[in-house]
């Protein structure tokens, strides 16, 4: 909503420039993770999954990669753009649920 | 194609008083989960409601429950509001049964203020 956000991590890039937010996660046993981006005023928009088998998957412009060994999660931006300027938060699917588990968020504000 | 859609928008209780928050899942949806995302952080996992019954819960007290009706829709209420339930109310909606990868929708939320 509106008001995501007062008080998380902050991560300011220059427009054009590539972006990589982290995020750890909890469960050794989950089988998804999802980045979700969340606008302002807005609900949690899906930007892209993995499955706990993989180690990296590609969108456009956007790069997901999985290091379960120190259960690690990281997204890529490329060319970052002033609409990617939002609250982004992982979440992980433990194995045998339909739950989601948010991580905690990231602010990634944009500059020209 | 309308998405997922809550009602009402903002709402303002009183502590001690109920709340009932409104949500119509994505067309061709059939599951609706209800997460409460607090100031400043993630969305926390409420419930889910699967043909009309609870299938799953997260950590929350009894004072929180819910329903779904057999157009797919849902209701979510909290008797006996406290403060610290005053929150950003997200609803998402999926489609059982679907293939990999899993997707939620989510509607805008209900924020709920609680004085």
């Known amino acids: 909503g509106e008001s995501v956000g007062l008080h998380l991590p902050t991560l300011s890039v220059q427009e054009g420039d590539n972006s990589i937010i982290n995020c750890a996660y909890s469960n050794s046993a989950s089988d998804y993770f999802i980045w979700y981006k969340q606008e302002s005023g807005k609900g949690p928009q899906f930007i892209i999954d993995?499955?706990?088998?993989?180690d990296k998957r590609q969108g456009q412009r956007v790069t997901v990669l999985l290091n379960k060994t120190v259960k690690h999660l990281s997204l890529q931006i490329a060319a970052t753009q002033p609409g990617d300027s939002a609250v982004y938060f992982c979440a992980e699917i433990p194995d045998n649920t339909d739950k989601l588990i948010f991580g905690t968020g990231t602010r990634l504000q944009v500059f020209p | 194609d309308a998405g997922v859609t809550q009602s009402p928008t903002h709402l303002i209780k009183t502590r001690g008083q109920q709340v009932t928050l409104r949500c119509s899942p994505k067309s061709g949806h059939d599951t609706v989960s209800w997460y409460q995302q607090a100031l400043g952080q993630g969305p926390q996992f409420i419930f889910q409601y699967y043909e009309e019954e609870e299938r799953q819960r997260g950590n929350f007290p009894d004072r929180f429950s819910g329903h779904q009706f057999p157009n797919y829709s849902s209701e979510l209420n909290v008797n006996a509001l406290l403060l610290g339930d005053s929150a950003l109310y997200l609803c998402?909606?999926?489609?059982?049964?679907?293939?990999?990868?899993?997707?939620?929708?989510f509607g805008p939320g209900t924020r709920l203020t609680v004085t």
């Open positions: 993995i499955r706990s088998n993989m």
């Open positions: 998402a909606s999926s489609q059982s049964g679907q293939g990999i990868p899993y997707e939620q929708y």
